[in-house]
């Protein structure tokens, strides 16, 4: 395992890569509505990153055809954007990666389509507050398996599912690095963190069971149940000052602060 370990410098120009993934959710919020496709969404994701100067990370990672991932009710991850037409009631993961000045942000938010069922509003907040639960824990002289604790402890108190075959990962020049960051395990165990890692935690999670299928496209991932699935991540820079999150939502959304 080779953790690349990031300087203050390289860490303020990930956050600027967050500022325009941040303002790019914001934008997606403001379109999700019924009868809107995730395609206009993907569209409109692309259109503005560009006019940014930055470049959508996934668009063509690994033969992805997509700028965002737009993942809809019992859909985890990894959606590819297209006809699918929003619905009332639905609920849509939404995963964002930006590219800017070679550095890459990666966030998603699971957004309410209208007025959705007391299920799909607990799943939502579950997920979320369990995002907000590791964040604290992304501090020097910690290990990987607090983050992973945190996160698996909240949500199957809550009665839910943490998915297991699907982690997290360290970011920076490159989408993936290490480490693997998984949403379930025993605290105090794993990797030590140090200051300069930088991380995307992000906790995907069922309101069945935890396991999961591919799609005939290779792409799309669901419950393997069919329940509702979720899905909020954060990047999130370890430092000696402690946590800071490089794609705050709150601050443009209005939604609560997680660090």
Known sequence: MAIIK??????????????????TMHLIQTK??????TLELDEAAE????????EPAFKG?????????????????????????????????V???????????????????GPISPIAQKLLAVTEESLFRAVPQCVPGN????????????????GFSIIRTLVGHGVGRDMHEDPQVANFGKAGSGVLLEAGMVLAVEPMVNVGKHKVRMDDDGWSIYSSDGSLSAHFEFTIAVTAQGPRVL?????????RAAA
Request: net charge negative.
């Open 143 to 158: 290990h990987l398996g607090d983050i992973s604790h945190a996160i698996q402890e909240y949500v199957e108190d809550n």
């Open 95 to 113: 995963d964002i990666g930006v590219v800017k000045d070679g550095w890459v942000a990666d966030a998603a938010r699971t957004f309410p389509v």
């Open 47 to 54: 259109k503005f990153i560009r006019s940014q100067g930055c």
């Open 6 to 23: 990031k300087t203050p410098e390289q860490i303020d120009q990930m956050a600027a890569a967050g500022d325009v993934l941040v303002r």
């Open 32 to 37: 999700i509505r019924p009868g809107v496709t």
């Open 247 to 255: 794609t705050p939502w709150h601050e443009a959304s209005g939604g």
């Open 61 to 93: 990672y690994r033969g992805f055809p997509g700028s965002i991932c737009a993942s809809p009710n019992s859909m985890v991850v990894h959606g590819i954007p297209g006809k699918y037409k929003l619905d009332r009631g639905d609920i849509l993961s």
